[in-house]
């Protein structure tokens, strides 16, 4: 039940198991429970945090699907040894609970992600984030969380300069992911690709049709440096 503030409420109800199954209870409750702590703030600037005095990274590998975000973020992850959180993953763990008809996935998954990172950095420790990551709201998020946790921010962008490469990748590739697709839709792709907005200057931009070793040896230098 959506309110006129915009809040949202939730109302059950108990029904009688003998006929003629006759409502007995009915209760209104707020879809966000009002005991629960505050939840993450769209900027971390003022947001207070324990003092972590620590070299860890925040690293954010951007791309629509089939630009080879994913494999260099998980290559990265192996050798730097950072856990990689990737929304794939994150949102097929979620289709048995109807993932796959939520009304805003990504969001879903950016949340999700953004408590993931707050965690590790949290503990002292670094972490990638694969995700597509085209709000400039999420990356400006992103960023001011590495920002009030003292951690350095690290942006790879992946794209693939050759659409028939980027589609046979898209349309070809065979991951595994539990709950996922594997194929994506390129004309979906196509159009996300119009509209993607340019990072700024921090970020490094890799063109995946090169040799993947190539490519990596630059993450690792991006993400080090």
């Not at 006759?22 to 429970?33: D, H, I, M, Q, S």
């Not at 769209?42 to 945090?49: I, S």
């Not at 709201?137 to 962008?157: H, I, M």
């Amino acid at each position: 039940m959506l309110r006129h503030d915009g809040t949202v409420d939730v109302v059950s109800c108990v029904v009688e198991t003998a006929r003629p199954h006759r409502v007995a209870t009915t209760w209104v409750a707020g879809l966000v429970p009002t005991d629960l702590t505050p939840r993450l703030p769209a900027d971390f600037t003022d947001y207070d945090l324990p003092s972590v005095a620590t070299n860890a990274r925040l690293v954010v590998f951007s791309g629509l699907p089939g630009s080879g975000k994913s494999t260099l973020a998980d290559a990265a992850g192996a050798e730097l040894g950072i856990p990689v959180f990737a929304t794939d993953w994150l949102l097929g763990a979620l289709t048995p609970f109807g993932g796959r008809y939520f009304e805003a996935p990504l969001a879903i998954a950016e949340e999700v992600l953004t408590t993931l990172a707050l965690r590790q950095l949290l503990a002292g420790q670094s972490v990638i984030l694969d995700h597509p990551t085209e709000r400039v709201a999420t990356r400006d998020r992103w960023r001011s969380l590495a920002r009030r946790a003292g951690a350095e921010f690290r942006v790879v962008v992946c794209q693939c300069s050759d659409p028939e490469v980027h589609r046979d990748r898209l349309e070809g590739r065979s991951r595994g992911i539990p709950g996922w697709h594997d194929a994506g839709d390129w004309s979906n792709v196509q159009q996300r690709l119009a509209s993607f907005p340019s990072w700024h200057g921090e970020a490094l931009s890799v063109d995946t049709v090169q040799p993947r070793e190539l490519a990596l040896a630059a993450v690792i230098r991006h993400i080090t440096a």
